[in-house]
């Protein structure tokens, strides 16, 4: 089991230094083989995302308006999670390995999705292969983060979703998912610990509950 203590505000300082430094990279042409160096940081995207048995922690989501909730996240592969907003926000997204619900706590209500829809499902499938399970758009290394741009389809349009990752131990950073209409969501990862045990009932979703 390991354990990766973050203060927040030095990461949003680094991340914040290198969304600047992506906004200005050079993107590489769609359709045009990656170097070596770019096809290595796939491979340890998806290496790492593949070591992962379970994973827990903190983290701060910022949605287009600017405005950031906090919130705990605990995943167990396969295909099973659960991020559960602080209050006074009470709204939880599970995955049970077969779908994914929202739920409302103060409205009570729960809103179903399959599994498969969600951006996240790289995070939770069974095996992860960036390069060949998704369209890899763009490849970044610079300094002490690295980033993979991948485009992702939806019944809703075609968005695409870029992983941080740390350099050095490629320990999953952050995530912005941007939607078909260009608007950007972040997700923000800190505090994390890994290998440890869960709970199998903190996934439960009643599938017959309207």
């Not at 996240?73 to 599970?94: G, H, S």
């Not at 941080?164 to 260009?182: I, N, R, Y």
């Not at 505090?191 to 440890?196: R, S």
């Amino acid at each position: 089991m390991t354990r990766i203590k973050t203060r927040f505000s030095r990461f949003a300082a680094r991340a914040a230094f290198v969304g600047a430094l992506l906004a200005t990279a050079l993107p590489t042409p769609l359709g045009a083989a990656f170097a070596p160096d770019q096809e290595q940081v796939i491979a340890k995207a998806s290496s790492y995302i593949n070591s992962i048995t379970t994973m827990q922690g903190e983290f701060v989501r910022v949605g287009p308006d600017g405005r950031g909730v906090e919130g705990t996240f605990t995943t167990a592969r396969p295909a099973r999670l659960l991020f559960r907003y602080n209050p006074p926000v009470r709204v939880e997204i599970v995955a049970d390995g077969k779908a994914v619900v929202i739920r409302d706590k103060k409205l009570k209500t729960q809103d179903l999705y399959p599994l498969g829809q969600t951006p996240l499902r790289f995070l939770v499938s069974e095996k992860a292969d960036l390069a060949k399970d998704s369209k890899v758009l763009e490849v970044y290394a610079e300094n002490d983060m690295s980033a993979v741009v991948v485009e992702e389809k939806t019944p809703l349009g075609t968005g695409k979703i870029k992983l941080l990752f740390d350099t050095e131990t490629f320990e999953l950073k952050q995530w912005t998912v941007t939607d078909a209409h260009g608007q950007e969501t972040s997700v923000a990862l800190y505090n994390i610990e890994t290998g440890a045990s869960v709970d199998p009932k903190l996934f439960w979703i009643d599938h017959y509950r309207r």
